[in-house]
């Protein structure tokens, strides 16, 4: 084993070396050796000066990041417009649109990086925090995400400055070494962390000088602290009430001398003189050494190099943890409930091979020098006392939060991805829909909803009373009567009898000549909204069970519109979501659901509020503010004017503008009507850089200011996803490859950029262009696509059925599709029609079973993925059914 030498010097470490840097004062040089790869960007002086003068660069925030190094630029002078020394990384073409599945995590790449990242001045790596630690948060980040240095800084910097997940995932690649949103998320949360852990600890210190317990060993050991568990092990003897510990009342007698002499110069402790036979704790030598014992165990555990010692001996040794029956004192215990947990009775797992949802060592010090034996056995003794009184519990809390954490972390994790899956569903425009909430007693409830959402007729059918036969002839009529041949059933109580019901009437051809299918989708939380002020507003006078199915049909017309009046908990697709911490679960889902909205993008001239309100660098104010703005006047003609906004400033400005489309056509008809209107206007036209067309100048009466009759034109790149901080970029491009605005999304437009890029190659353009190569990706996507482009087309619609499959069918080996219902650690559940949901084990989970069409980053299924399975196990008086994948279709 090796060993440890303690010098108890009140600024050094144990080596005798004080290796602790504060943030504000990071070692460049050491960070230079790590990161060899990186070089430093010759960024020009005016560039650091323009962002400096922006108006986010002016706000006063409580952690900053050093504003030499501010990152960011506004627009006036965006990071996607400037040249960066260095080529941005060189990767495999991506599409923007990735949320088909959890991403493998980044790994480090330090000795041998993914490209040439961009990045930052000599100092770029070193953020400055208002709260200063013994740690760099930028180094601390980077081990617990396993992302490299640079990216973590330049996240850093990214937050700082209020940057949107969405906005950084679409607009600011480069920086982030093409870091997925799920990834982005972590890093945030993990900053968060550092930086409550780094607040509370400065909190602590501020508490304990008060009282005038502070000495320099203590506040190092505390400025060390990088979790709460390592906080609370230390602050705990000093806090209010506390009777303080062993090793404190042992240095209230004066034993912290004999402790330290027993380490520096053995030779000369002599225990005796300690003695005094009328003070309780010091009347006897077993008392004395049994003090210095206390003090020396407290030294042991407190010391940051023996901890990280232990902590990685844990890393490379076998550690367990188990699990066994509580005994209970009550006789009156639910056998079921003891039967839900029987797989976990006597259970027994390595945690280094324990899944997440499954939620010996030793170390010697010695004198500096020779120590009698009755010195060496009160060492012994300490490293003993030490170990079992304070170090292993210590370390067993570590552990035990720690798989807590993971585990709460990767089931909102998987929440998150779930909710995206869900959001992203494949709409079906186009179709009038009958939406039905099933019922016994009160009725199945019926909404005809047209193809733009508009609610046509609604109505309650009694069909499990014995009334089914004479209200079939209702439901044919209302579908004849408004030309409705899909039905949408929720999947709530009376579904299973709901869905036979329709099913018979259409193998029937009951409803001839309409050629019938319906389909089922989750009904969670449409209740809730149903009672909902929003609902209220939205269809006032409407009984809300009639509400209920008015929604669920909504949500396979367009699922993400209808979803997002739901709070994202309620809409059941998470695992353990009571669980976990409800801060951090509504955090993770707001987030993805700002990311999918931001993604689609919005037509601000159609969208509702609350779909508004979701986009990056909105927030309901700000979207009520948007609307408001729109009803007094008019649509919106470009992106321009949503400057002109109460309360939307350059920042929210920059966030939003990329993710909000205007319909070229729509404008188009709105602008020459009102040129008709207006008639004819004497004067000049002259047309600005905003798109603004200023005719007819006249000088006002009383003041000097020029009036101006303004006819705002729109910008063709406004129905894109480009963003109008590229718009210069954007136009410069279209002149390499001689085309126009008005060939946007159209054939000749693609053939023209493709046969540029096969005779150029994009890294050459973006470098003529002055620009990254991700942002030119950006453009080019933008020109490319049509204008009713949405990417949501990739992922799979509802499956629409005619007939029913009930669980009497099953055998095992029968093979059969089915719907992925929701995702979870251990397994997937599919709903294979049979009132039951499956259980894919997540062992039978693998890539070679997964679609090569779709891309992937992992092996996780979502909602809504259409699967071919075969039946392993029929369980039936635990209602069980057990499926192996055999293919994702």
């Known amino acids: 084993m090796p060993s440890y030498t303690q010098n108890p010097g009140p600024s050094d470490s144990p080596g005798g070396k004080n290796n602790s840097v504060a943030i504000a004062d990071v070692d460049l040089e050491d960070r230079k050796n790590k990161l060899d790869s990186v070089k430093t960007l010759k960024t020009a002086k005016t560039k650091r000066k323009n962002s400096a003068q922006s108006p986010s660069g002016q706000r006063t925030k409580k952690l900053k990041v050093d504003e030499e190094t501010n990152m960011v630029n506004t627009a006036e002078t965006p990071s996607t417009s400037t040249v960066w020394e260095g080529a941005c990384k060189k990767e495999e073409n991506e599409d923007d649109f990735t949320f088909g599945q959890s991403p493998l995590k980044k790994m480090k790449t330090e000795t041998c990086p993914q490209g040439q990242p961009v990045r930052f001045p000599a100092n770029a790596n070193s953020i400055k925090e208002e709260v200063e630690m013994n740690w760099d948060i930028v180094q601390v980040l980077s081990e617990r995400t396993n992302i490299e240095l640079w990216v973590c800084a330049n996240i850093i910097r990214l937050f700082n400055d209020d940057n949107t997940i969405p906005f950084i995932i679409r607009y600011r690649k480069e920086l982030i070494n093409n870091l997925d949103a799920d990834s982005l998320r972590e890093v945030r949360q993990t900053l968060e962390e550092l930086r409550a852990v780094a607040k509370k600890v400065h909190s602590t210190i501020q508490k304990i000088k008060k009282e005038g317990k502070m000495s320099e060993c203590l506040l190092k050991t505390l400025l060390n602290c990088k979790t709460f568990e390592e906080l609370e092990h230390v602050s705990a003897p000093y806090k209010t009430g506390s009777k303080g510990t062993k090793a404190q009342r042992a240095k209230q007698l004066g034993l912290e001398g004999a402790a330290k002499i027993l380490l520096e110069n053995p030779g000369q402790l002599n225990l005796l003189s300690y003695i005094r036979p009328n003070i309780k704790g010091l009347s006897a030598l077993q008392d004395i050494e049994t003090g210095v014992q206390h003090i020396l165990a407290d030294m042991i555990a407190k010391d940051k190099d023996t901890l990280d010692f232990i902590r990685k001996l844990c890393q490379n040794r076998y550690i367990c943890i188990q699990s066994s ?93 779930n909710l995206r899956q869900l959001l992203l569903t494949s709409p079906v425009p186009g179709r009038t829909m009958m ?117 669920i049909a909504r949500r396979v017309q367009d699922p993400l519109a209808e979803l997002v009046k739901i709070e994202p908990k309620h809409i059941g697709v998470g695992m353990y979501q009571h669980d976990v911490s409800q801060t951090l679960l509504k955090a993770t889902l707001d987030s993805v659901v700002e990311e999918c909205v931001s993604f689609v993008g919005v037509d601000i001239n159609i969208c509702s509020e609350v779909l508004l309100r979701h986009i990056a660098g909105l927030n309901a104010n700000r979207a009520k503010s948007i609307i408001e703005w729109r009803e007094k006047n008019g649509p919106f003609v470009n992106r321009e004017q949503l400057k002109k906004v109460k309360g939307l400033g350059p920042k929210s400005f920059q966030q939003c503008a990329g993710f909000i489309r205007i319909n070229q056509d729509y404008i188009r008809t709105f602008c020459s009507q009102q040129t008709e209107s207006a008639g004819q206007v004497q004067g000049v036209a002259v047309t600005s850089s905003a798109g603004v067309e200023v005719t007819n100048e006249k000088q006002g009466k009383k003041k000097s200011k020029t009036a101006v009759n303004v006819v705002l034109k729109p910008n063709p790149l406004d129905q894109t996803c480009i963003h109008p901080e590229s718009y210069d970029i954007a136009m410069r491009f279209l002149s390499f490859i001689r085309g126009t605005l008005y060939e946007i999304g159209k054939p000749e437009m693609e053939q023209k950029i493709n046969s540029f890029l096969e005779k150029e190659g994009i890294e050459k353009i973006a470098e003529s262009l002055q620009t990254t190569v991700h942002t030119l990706q950006v453009i080019i996507d933008g020109l490319s696509q049509p204008e009713s482009f949405d990417f949501r087309t990739d992922f799979d619609k509802p499956d629409f059925k005619r007939s029913i499959v009930c669980l009497e069918d099953l055998q095992v080996g029968t093979v059969l599709t089915g719907k992925v219902e929701n995702a979870t650690l251990f397994g997937i559940f599919v709903d294979i029609g049979v009132g039951r949901s499956g259980l894919i084990p997540i062992r039978n989970v693998t890539e070679a079973k997964l679609s090569k069409t779709k891309k992937r980053r992992s092996l996780g299924l979502g909602p809504g993925e259409r699967v071919e399975v075969q039946v392993l196990n029929i369980d039936i008086p635990r209602s069980r059914i057990t499926l192996d994948l055999i293919r994702v279709l």
Not at 502 to 512: G, P, Q, V
Request: hydrophobic share 40%; aromatic share 10%; proline share 4%.
């Open 435 to 551: 939406g039905v909430d099933p019922g016994y007693k009160h009725g199945c409830k019926l909404a005809i909803i047209s193809p733009t959402s508009q609610i046509l007729h609604t109505d309650v059918v009694y069909l499990h009373c014995g009334q089914g036969f004479r209200e079939a002839e209702k439901i044919k009529r209302l579908l004849l009567n408004f030309n409705c041949s899909t039905v949408v059933i929720g999947n709530g109580t009376a579904c299973r009898e709901t869905e036979a019901y329709f099913a018979d009437l259409i193998m029937k051809n009951y409803f001839s000549p309409l050629d019938v299918v319906y389909c089922i989708v989750s009904e969670a939380g449409a209740s809730i909204y149903s009672v909902s002020p929003e609902a209220n507003k939205e269809m006032p006078g409407l009984d809300p069970n009639l509400r209920s199915a008015v929604s």
């Open 325 to 417: 029956l509580a005994k209970v004192s009550s006789k009156k215990v639910n056998e079921k409930d003891v039967d839900k947990f029987l797989l976990y009775q006597n259970f027994s797992c390595n945690i280094r091979n324990i899944q997440h949802h499954q939620a010996f060592l030793f170390c010697r010090w010695r004198p500096r020098g020779f120590a009698r034996p009755e010195l060496m056995k009160i060492l012994h003794n300490s490293l003993d006392d030490s170990f079992k009184r304070l170090i292993y519990p210590l370390l067993c809390r570590e552990f035990r939060a720690k798989l807590t954490s993971d585990a709460e972390k990767e089931s909102v994790m998987m929440f998150g991805r």
